[in-house]
């Protein structure tokens, strides 16, 4: 099975409310990141993490390798957050090669 | 099995040597993405395909160059590497013409280490 499953798979907010993203992993790992991406395939950085949580103006990201999840949190959601979210996991041991979550699609409404 | 095969894993080579990054998808999908990430952590597009056509073509440089055959396969290939080339490639693909909405299916990634 996967190793990272990632929940939802699609999720419409009102403007000015908020959610959570989750992946589970299968497999204990080391770090995880999180990305958005944009309309021409770019996906950009949002949260690294190797432990704890770190937070980014309106988003929250958390990371327990050994309850083997991360979250991802959007508060007071804009239009702008609208695209698709994916959570990337980098396995324990070996060399780094992340391992994809099936992404979230977020789609904020007026 | 339906998914993103990517060939090698790994590959470890030497300055100024030419390698060949192979991707194949059996999604049905038209989209394919090759990404460049590196010891930053970084996920950088560098190009993408629909249906065999380029339409994005990131700024990187000459001697990388993709090689798409239909629009299952999408190829790297880097001419004379270079140190800096040393990072995880990552093809994906996705159903339709690479929208924010849509979603991306991973390889498994290539590892490539210039010596």
């Known amino acids: 099975g996967d190793q990272v499953e990632q929940s939802p798979s699609a999720l419409s907010l009102h403007e000015g409310t908020g959610s959570a993203l989750r992946c589970n992993f299968t497999?204990?790992?080391?770090?995880v990141q999180w990305f958005r991406k944009n309309s021409r395939g770019s996906l950009i950085n949002l949260f690294y993490l190797a432990s704890g949580t770190k937070e980014n103006g309106r988003l929250k990201s958390a990371f327990d390798s050994k309850e083997r999840y991360s979250t991802l949190h959007i508060r007071d959601a804009q239009l702008e957050d609208s695209g698709t979210y994916f959570c990337a996991a980098e396995a324990a041991g070996g060399n780094y090669k992340p391992t994809f979550g099936k992404g979230t699609s977020l789609v904020v409404h007026p | 099995e339906t998914a993103v095969f990517q060939t090698p894993n790994y590959h470890v080579t030497q300055v100024g040597n030419e390698v060949s990054f192979n991707c194949k998808q059996t999604l049905g999908h038209d989209t394919m993405y090759w990404y460049k990430q590196d010891s930053k952590k970084l996920l950088k597009i560098m190009f993408s395909y629909n249906n065999k056509q380029l339409i994005v073509n990131e700024t990187v440089p000459r001697r990388f160059s993709p090689q798409s055959s239909d629009k299952a396969h999408l190829n790297l290939r880097i001419k004379s590497v270079e140190p800096e080339d040393s990072a995880v490639y990552l093809c994906?693909?996705?159903f339709g013409t690479g929208g924010a909405a849509e979603t991306l299916y991973f390889g498994s990634g290539t590892r490539l280490t210039v010596l």
């Open positions: 497999t204990t790992m080391r770090a």
């Open positions: 994906a693909s996705s």
